[in-house]
């Protein structure tokens, strides 16, 4: 499989990836099925049966609201979130929806229509859907069966079997292939060019080099406008934990002892490195526009170091935005070929975890890492957060995680900057670390997978 940077990194909506983003895009293409089909002006009800994951922490995901939203064809990354509430509001009040945004109106009730599942699983992935629609006599029209696998990617059941079966797939071939870390690093050295070189190479396959560049300086761009809101947004977060937002007082009180760029006793980086990812993250925690990387549980991970390479390092230009993002991408691809960055399937480790590999990496890259420098940060990364769980309390994407993305974000600065006090040379490889993390996800009671049913989800107590 040759997957791409702008399939590890796109625009979209919180609060996660797998479980918000994934349904949306899953019901949009059930529409589109029925579209295909000429089956759309037939359906008198449309149904969306949620399972496992999805099934147990959908309400405190909306993954019920990601649904409506797509059946009525919206797409997280198009979206706007102030009119996500309007909308809903609209189809509760008129016990309508017009499938797809079209004019062929079918009755619709949440509570019945979208079903929260919390005793079953399917059996390729815990974040399973069938998306079902029945005609006026209640004859079942169309069924299909989706996979939310991590970052937004969904797979309908065909797929997954033909990728249980290990069936070839028909995406084009890459000019520097590859499927672990040593076979990128051998790229490099046979060619002597950078990680981000390779990508970009790769991503050439796709789009012009001019385009690429386009398109991850405008998720920059997203990224600095989910910061710069997120810095002056003061309120409680929705979902009835009553999490205080915390960005903006905290964006006053460095602002108030001067320059960003001034490192005092009173002022660090880690401060404002802190600031940023709480900024982002409690933005995907109020459903706002973010950009998934490579999850939205983890979205603040990635920005925050970015922000820290543009804000404290002189020469620093989107010539290295670029390269840092490319990077980045080069290890998420190997998290998700051969371990999960599904929360669900292999706990924070994967989304976290990964995050801060992929955020070490793109940063040592930029500062003058060399190809085994910059492998040697993301294992650093990943290492670092082997074992991490998925225990949001309430099944919310606020505790623990918008504080642990900031805790991410300063351990990813960390692991490059210890990679670059070295030659490249470690006991340990990427990859060895990313099985192990695939292991470990393996191995970790289910409780501790986003379902909240075990760790902090139950140990604190949600009045």
Known sequence: MSLSVFDLMKVGIGPSSSHTVGPMRA???????????GMLTQVARVEGELYGSLGATGKGHASDIAVVLGLLGEAPETIEPRMVQPVLDKVATDGQLPLGGSDHLIDFDQRRDVILNLQESLPYHPNGMTMRAFAENNDLLCAVTYYSVGGGFVVDEASAMADELHMDDDS??????????????????????????????????????????????????????????????EGVLPGGLNVKRRAANLYAKLNSLGSVKVITPQLSAMDWVNLYAMAVNEENAAGGRIVTAPTNGAAGVIPA????????????????????????????????????????????????GSACAMAAAGLAEVIGGTAMQVENAAEIGMEHNLGLTC???????????????????????????????????????LDDVIKTMRDTGADMQEKYKETSRGGLAVNVINC
């Not at 019901?27 to 089909?37: G, I, P, R, T, W």
């Open 305 to 352: 170091v970015m922000h820290y390479y543009d804000n404290f390092y002189p020469g620093a230009n989107d010539d290295g935005i670029v390269k840092f993002m490319l990077a980045a991408a080069a290890v998420g691809i190997l998290c998700k070929l051969n371990a999960s960055i599904s929360g669900a399937e292999v706990g924070c480790q994967g989304e976290v």
């Open 172 to 233: 084009p071939i890459v000019p520097y292939p590859f499927a672990t870390g040593m076979e990128l690093l051998a790229h490099c050295d046979a060619t002597g060019m950078s990680i981000s070189q390779i990508m970009m190479e790769n991503e050439k396959t796709w789009r012009t080099e001019e385009e690429v560049r386009a398109e991850l300086l405008h998720m920059w761009r997203v990224m600095q406008d989910c910061v710069t809101h997120g810095c002056h947004t």
């Open 391 to 429: 225990d949001p309390i309430a099944g919310l994407v606020q505790v623990p995680c918008i504080e642990r993305n900031a805790m991410a974000a300063i351990k990813a600065i960390n692991a490059a900057h210890m990679a670059l006090r070295g030659d490249g040379e470690h006991l340990v490889s």
């Open 27 to 37: 019901a949009v293409a059930f529409v589109k099925q029925l579209q295909k089909q």
